[in-house]
RNA sequence: GGGCAGGUGGCGGAGUGGUUAAUCGCACCAGACUGUAAAUCUGGCGUCCUUACGGACUGCGAAGGUUCGAAUCCUUCCCUGCCCA
C-alpha cells in the first residue's frame, strides 16, 4: 500500500491535497502538528488535543531521551501509551537542539555531545541512537534522521560542510531505522523514517542536499534549518531549492513553520506538513491568532471589549469568554489564560489548514489565499 | 499637650550637597516570539515640542533661607505613624 497518497494535485500552484498512512491513523495534508515537547501540548491534555481535531503531534526525542528516559519509555510501552495519544505521532530527533542548545554540545563525525542542560551531565547523541530511541523505544510513527541545524547566518563553507555531515548521517540514520523499526502492522501500515534537508541559505547546496537524500531513499522529507531567524525573501528561494529536487510522490514537511503567512506560501510551494511551537507559546505570551490578524490580548483596547478572540470562532475559549475577560486572566497572572489562548490558537492553526486544503480541493488556491491576506493583514 | 520616626515620580522604596528627571521593584503602555532550556524576553514610562537626534519647562509635603550648586544643610508651617500623658 502506498504510505502516501496525492489526492489532488492545484493546477496553478504546487499546492496538493494528500493522505498520509501512519501505524497510529491517517493524516490529510497539508497538516498542522502541534508541538508537544516533553509530550504534552503545553497547558492542554490530551482531551483537549482530541477535541481540537488535531490528527497528529510531535514530541521531542532530545528531551524525552533525557527525562524521563529510554528505561522509562520502555517500561511505559512506547510514547503513546506514556502520553496516552493513540494518534499518529512524530518525533523530533534532536537535530533542533543541536542548534538552540549550541552552548552546550560539541558535534564531531561520530555525534553530538550534550552538557544536559538539566543536570549538567554528558549526553552523547548519535544517528543511530536517536533513530533507535525513535522507533523502537518511543514507538513513534515518524521518526526523523538526526540532523545538523545551522543558524543563521552561516558562511558557504561551513553549510557545505555541515550538509555533509547531515547526509552521512541520514545513511546511518536509515540503516539504524532498518535495524530497529516495528513490524509492519496487519494493515500494512509501518512506521517511517524521514530525511532532513539542510544546506543553509544557499540554493545549491540545498538541491545536494536533497538529492542525497533521495539518493538514500526515504518515506518522507524534510526541510530543515528554515525560519531560523532569516528574512522571508532568503527563507522562500531556499525553501524552493529544496522541493525541487524531492519527489513529488512523497510527503514534504517544511519543519519549525510557521506563521500563517508562511504556511500559504509554503503550502503553495508544494509543503504538506508543518508543525511549529508559535500558537502555544505565542498564547502563553498573550498573542491570539485570528483571521482578522494577530493581536496582543493585553492591549489597553481589549479590557472592555466583550466579544469573543475571532468573530465566528467556534474554539472553546471563543464560545464561552471575551476578550476582556482574557485580558484580565493575563493581567492577574492566571494560567487559566495561556490555556485558554492555546485552545483558541491551536484551533486557528487546524482550522486555517482546512481552509487551506479545502482551497486546494476547489483549485481556487491563488483567490482564497489572496483573500486570507488581505484581511489578516487589512 | 510631650517624645520619637517620617513625608521622593500611579504605588512601594533608594538616594543625605554636584555624574539626579531622580537606582530598583510593582503597576501601566507597546513590541517580539517559527523542528520549545521560553506562561519568556525587549523597549517605554514628569510635562511640552520633535519621525528621530535633540530641545524647553517643571520637580523630591509648603514657604523662605544658606551655597557657585540643594531631594539632600538651616528656619517656620502643614501632614502621617508609633509611644507617653
Not at 489526492?7 to 502541534?34: A, N, Q
Not at 488535543?49 to 503531534?57: C, Q, T
Not at 560542510?161 to 545513511?171: Q, V
Not at 508559535?278 to 496582543?296: C, V
Request: hydrophobic share 40%; glycine share 8%.
Amino acid at each position: 500500500m502506498n504510505i502516501f497518497e496525492v489526492v489532488k494535485s492545484d493546477d496553478k500552484t504546487k499546492s496538493r491535497l494528500g493522505l498520509l498512512r501512519t501505524p497510529h491513523g491517517e493524516i490529510r495534508t497539508p497538516v498542522f502538528m502541534p508541538v508537544g515537547t516533553h509530550g504534552t501540548i503545553k497547558t492542554l491534555s490530551v482531551e483537549d488535543v482530541i477535541a481540537l481535531g488535531a490528527e497528529i503531534i510531535l514530541n521531542n526525542a532530545y528531551h524525552m531521551y533525557l527525562r524521563p528516559g529510554p528505561d522509562i519509555l520502555d517500561k511505559a510501552g512506547g510514547l503513546h501509551d506514556f502520553i496516552s495519544w493513540k494518534g499518529p505521532l512524530l518525533t523530533d530527533s534532536g537535530g533542533y537542539q543541536i542548534f538552540s542548545l549550541a552552548n552546550f554540545r560539541k558535534i564531531t563525525e561520530e555525534g553530538a555531545r550534550f552538557r544536559s542542560h538539566i543536570d549538567g551531565g554528558e549526553v552523547f547523541l548519535t544517528p543511530e541512537k536517536m533513530v533507535s530511541f525513535q522507533a523502537s523505544t518511543a514507538g513513534a510513527d515518524i521518526s526523523m534522521c538526526l540532523d545538523e541545524c545551522l543558524e543563521y547566518p552561516t558562511t558557504k563553507n561551513h553549510a557545505a560542510a555541515s550538509m555533509e555531515l547531515t547526509a552521512r548521517w541520514a545513511r546511518r540514520s536509515k540503516d539504524a531505522f532498518e535495524e530497529s523499526r516495528r513490524p509492519s502492522a496487519a494493515d500494512g501500515t509501518r512506521q517511517l523514517l524521514f530525511g532532513i534537508a539542510q544546506g543553509g541559505m544557499y540554493t545549491d547546496i540545498r538541491g545536494e542536499s536533497a538529492a542525497a537524500l533521495v539518493d538514500i531513499g526515504f518515506d518522507g522529507y524534510a526541510v530543515g534549518g528554515l525560519s531560523v531567524g532569516e528574512p522571508r525573501e532568503v527563507m522562500l528561494p531556499a525553501l524552493e531549492a529544496s522541493l525541487e529536487k524531492l519527489p513529488a510522490s512523497s510527503p514534504r514537511y517544511f519543519m519549525g513553520l510557521g506563521t500563517p503567512e508562511d504556511i500559504w506560501e509554503a503550502v503553495e510551494r508544494g509543503v504538506d506538513m508543518f508543525d511549529c511551537v508559535l500558537p502555544t507559546r505565542n498564547a502563553r505570551n498573550a498573542q491570539a491568532f485570528t483571521f482578522s490578524g494577530k493581536l496582543n490580548i493585553t492591549n489597553e483596547r481589549f479590557r472592555s471589549d466583550f466579544g469573543p478572540l475571532d468573530e465566528n470562532c467556534r474554539c472553546a475559549a471563543c464560545r464561552r469568554y471575551s476578550r476582556a475577560f482574557i485580558s484580565h486572566l493575563f493581567r492577574s497572572g492566571e494560567f487559566l489564560a495561556g490555556r485558554l489562548l492555546s485552545l483558541h490558537n491551536i484551533f486557528f492553526m487546524i482550522k486555517l489548514m482546512a481552509v487551506i486544503r479545502d482551497a486546494v480541493f476547489r483549485g481556487a488556491y491563488a483567490d482564497e489565499k489572496k483573500r486570507f491576506f488581505e484581511r489578516y493583514l487589512g
